[in-house]
């Protein structure tokens, strides 16, 4: 599954938290394989939102929508937020 060109607004973030380089390497498992057991990806609460997210490293986690087989990246958090 590919994963749409970021937002200005995300790609700040990478560079602000320091983690460019583990989020293309997270980005290329999961487009690779999204279910990648390193990720860790897992569907949000509340289910309904279709909100999911997968790991960048153990402190942070990149959340993610899907359509049409593509996904977007809506917010890069940290893990326990």
């Known amino acids: 599954m590919s994963i749409h060109d970021l937002n200005p607004k995300i790609v700040k973030k990478l560079k602000k938290f320091g983690i460019e380089q583990k989020f293309l390497k997270a ?13 860790h990806t897992e569907l949000l609460e509340p289910k309904e939102l279709q909100i999911y997210s997968f790991r960048i490293d153990l402190k942070y986690r990149a959340q993610f929508t899907v359509s049409t087989g593509e996904a977007r990246i809506i917010d890069v958090t940290l893990h326990y937020q």
């Open 27 to 39: 980005k290329a498992l999961f487009e690779e394989n999204p279910r990648h057991p390193g990720l």
